[in-house]
């Protein structure tokens, strides 16, 4: 029939209803799998919660998605089908445990399709076989093609973090969107992934540690880790610790270890980067990956932005070694936008703040201009467990920032607290202020507890001299 012998009303009604399903059907958002995971993306770092799981869900970036006005909703109960998977764009699984209920044949069948039909699988694994997630996710894996492994990345020499091998730092990338400017990845015991499609990678020192898991899982914990030790059949060599994958028309990344998307170190290095692109890449929406806009955006509950700065060859903010700053990372993350790297990656986000763990160090010529353009900003610098001798250390990082501003002998000012807390400022003209924070106080892993335990009094007193520091320098 011919569109003009139809009636008015008829041809509206005709014009309008195929749009209006249309515009119903385009599925948007993500579906955060609650059935097969436990997800503690609505609790955050609260600052009187040391409960591990808690603390280590992915607060922060799903309230950022959120904030974008990307839909985040959560199957909590029911099973994953066609026709719940239909209204979104990507499926989150973070992390499945063997207290959740498992995989059906349909739910994998409807994943599968979903996929190939253009959707898009954010899976979160982990370090060898821990809480079993390897043996639930080989079905569904195998269907993708992809290889389950139950392995831990350890590595060695300057590619660790912490005491042992399995806290290691990543720099090694294949040219991928998800791996779009991203320089560094701190991961905390994380997991092998699938080689075939790696788009991270540790160094050529790594090897794959092999999960300890004696018959029926008697007397074993259920992270079923290695020995931390390189035993004769496991051999030497990079191994990939983020995948990316297409499949069908769909796509897929997998990052091996839930510590590097949590809370405590998901703004440690390039971490939130990497949370930034998969999601930008499997919403297919490029704006996501924007990390200035992430940096600039802030949580209402948080007291402002730190610079914490990490010289990526030192490592400190990121170790749990004892005399490493970890500890007082986390801390401060329950209370400021911290973000630890060693240098700015954009003009326009500028943390309120930037926190050196101390002026004596000799830091690399970039890192200084750095530092020099954050002051010249306006902006402030708090330099711990430094006190005004820093001046004569002629190659300290402190004595070249003065340097790169001429000032030779700045004028000082001098200010004590009741607690025996001892601050030098020095008032930089027409730029920020330097405030040397002496005193008795020690903030390393040796006097700021672990994330999951409670201060006690001595620890407590030292946690508000770090917040009494961070504050006044602010000023």
Same mark, same amino acid.
């Given at each position: 029939?011919?569109?003009?012998?139809?009636?008015?009303?008829?041809?509206?009604?005709?014009?309008?209803?195929?749009?209006? @399903?249309?515009?119903?059907?385009?599925?948007?958002?993500?579906?955060?799998?609650?059935?097969?995971?436990?997800?503690?993306?609505?609790?955050?770092?609260?600052?009187?919660?040391?409960?591990?799981?808690?603390?280590?869900? @992915?607060?922060?970036?799903?309230?950022?998605?959120? *904030? $974008?006005?990307? $839909?985040?909703? $959560?199957?909590?109960?029911?099973?994953?089908?066609?026709?719940?998977?239909?209204?979104?764009?990507?499926?989150?699984?973070?992390?499945? *445990?063997?207290?959740?209920?498992?995989?059906?044949?349909?739910?994998?069948?409807?994943?599968?399709?979903?996929?190939?039909?253009?959707?898009?699988?954010?899976?979160?694994?982990?370090?060898?076989?821990?809480? *079993?997630?390897?043996?639930?996710?080989?079905?569904?894996?195998?269907?993708?093609?992809?290889?389950?492994?139950?392995?831990?990345?350890?590595?060695?020499?300057?590619?660790?973090?912490?005491?042992?091998?399995?806290?290691?730092?990543?720099?090694?990338?294949?040219?991928?969107?998800?791996?779009?400017?991203? $320089?560094?990845?701190?991961?905390?015991? %994380?997991?092998?992934?699938?080689?075939?499609?790696?788009?991270?990678?540790?160094?050529?020192?790594?090897?794959?540690?092999?999960?300890?898991?004696?018959?029926?899982?008697?007397?074993?914990?259920?992270?079923?880790? %290695?020995?931390?030790?390189?035993?004769?059949?496991?051999?030497?060599?990079?191994?990939?610790?983020?995948?990316?994958?297409?499949?069908?028309?769909?796509?897929?990344?997998?990052?091996?270890?839930?510590?590097?998307?949590?809370?405590?170190?998901?703004?440690?290095?390039?971490?939130?980067?990497?949370?930034?692109? @998969?999601?930008?890449?499997?919403?297919?929406?490029?704006?996501?990956?924007?990390?200035?806009?992430?940096?600039?955006?802030?949580?209402?509950?948080?007291?402002?932005?730190?610079?914490?700065?990490?010289?990526?060859?030192?490592?400190?903010?990121?170790?749990?070694?004892?005399?490493?700053?970890?500890?007082?990372?986390?801390?401060?993350?329950?209370?400021?936008?911290?973000?630890?790297?060693?240098?700015?990656?954009?003009?326009?986000?500028?943390?309120?703040?930037?926190?050196?763990?101390?002026?004596?160090?000799?830091?690399?010529?970039?890192?200084?201009?750095?530092?020099?353009?954050?002051?010249?900003? %306006?902006?402030?610098?708090?330099?711990?467990?430094?006190?005004?001798?820093?001046?004569?250390?002629?190659? *300290?990082?402190?004595?070249?920032?003065?340097?790169?501003?001429?000032?030779?002998?700045?004028?000082?000012?001098?200010?004590?607290?009741?607690?025996?807390?001892?601050?030098?400022?020095?008032?930089?003209?027409?730029? %920020?202020?330097?405030?040397?924070?002496?005193?008795?106080?020690?903030? @390393?892993?040796?006097?700021?507890?672990?994330?999951?335990?409670?201060?006690?009094?001595?620890?407590?007193?030292?946690?508000?001299?770090?917040?009494?520091?961070?504050?006044?320098?602010?000023?």
């Amino acid at each position: 029939m011919m569109k003009e012998n139809l009636p008015t009303g008829l041809l509206l009604s005709l014009l309008l209803i195929p749009c209006q @399903s249309l515009w119903a059907a385009v599925p948007s958002g993500i579906l955060l799998d609650v059935v097969h995971c436990h997800d503690y993306s609505d609790i955050g770092l609260q600052k009187e919660n040391y409960e591990y799981h808690h603390i280590s869900g @992915s607060h922060f970036g799903i309230e950022y998605l959120k *904030s $974008r006005g990307i $839909r985040c909703d $959560r199957l909590a109960t029911g099973r994953i089908t066609e026709e719940v998977l239909a209204d979104y764009q990507v499926l989150m699984i973070n992390l499945v *445990s063997a207290d959740c209920r498992a995989f059906l044949v349909p739910e994998i069948q409807a994943i599968v399709r979903f996929l190939e039909q253009g959707g898009g699988l954010f899976l979160v694994t982990d370090h060898s076989n821990c809480y *079993s997630h390897a043996n639930i996710l080989e079905p569904l894996l195998t269907e993708l093609d992809i290889e389950t492994q139950r392995t831990t990345v350890c590595d060695r020499f300057n590619n660790v973090l912490g005491n042992g091998n399995g806290w290691i730092c990543v720099s090694r990338f294949e040219s991928h969107p998800v791996t779009k400017n991203l $320089r560094f990845l701190g991961v905390q015991t %994380g997991g092998e992934v699938d080689s075939r499609f790696a788009v991270a990678w540790s160094s050529d020192d790594a090897w794959p540690d092999k999960s300890i898991c004696p018959p029926y899982m008697e007397n074993v914990s259920q992270g079923f880790y %290695g020995n931390f030790i390189q035993d004769p059949d496991e051999p030497t060599g990079r191994l990939g610790v983020v995948l990316a994958k297409e499949f069908g028309k769909g796509r897929i990344v997998i990052v091996g270890d839930q510590n590097m998307i949590s809370d405590p170190f998901l703004n440690y290095g390039d971490n939130y980067r990497l949370w930034l692109n @998969s999601f930008s890449w499997l919403l297919q929406d490029e704006t996501i990956a924007d990390a200035n806009a992430y940096q600039q955006w802030k949580p209402d509950w948080l007291n402002g932005s730190l610079w914490m700065v990490e010289d990526f060859d030192r490592r400190e903010f990121g170790s749990d070694k004892e005399h490493g700053m970890y500890n007082a990372w986390v801390l401060l993350n329950r209370h400021y936008w911290a973000f630890a790297y060693d240098k700015r990656t954009t003009e326009k986000a500028v943390a309120d703040l930037a926190v050196l763990i101390d002026g004596y160090t000799v830091s690399p010529d970039e890192l200084i201009a750095e530092l020099v353009t954050h002051l010249r900003l %306006g902006k402030n610098l708090l330099s711990l467990h430094t006190s005004p001798d820093v001046l004569e250390a002629e190659n *300290s990082t402190i004595r070249r920032i003065l340097d790169a501003f001429g000032l030779d002998k700045p004028a000082m000012k001098e200010e004590n607290d009741m607690k025996d807390d001892h601050y030098v400022v020095i008032q930089i003209p027409e730029a %920020g202020s330097i405030t040397l924070h002496g005193g008795t106080w020690l903030f @390393s892993n040796l006097r700021i507890p672990d994330p999951t335990i409670a201060p006690n009094k001595d620890e407590s007193e030292t946690i508000q001299a770090l917040l009494d520091a961070i504050e006044f320098a602010k000023q």
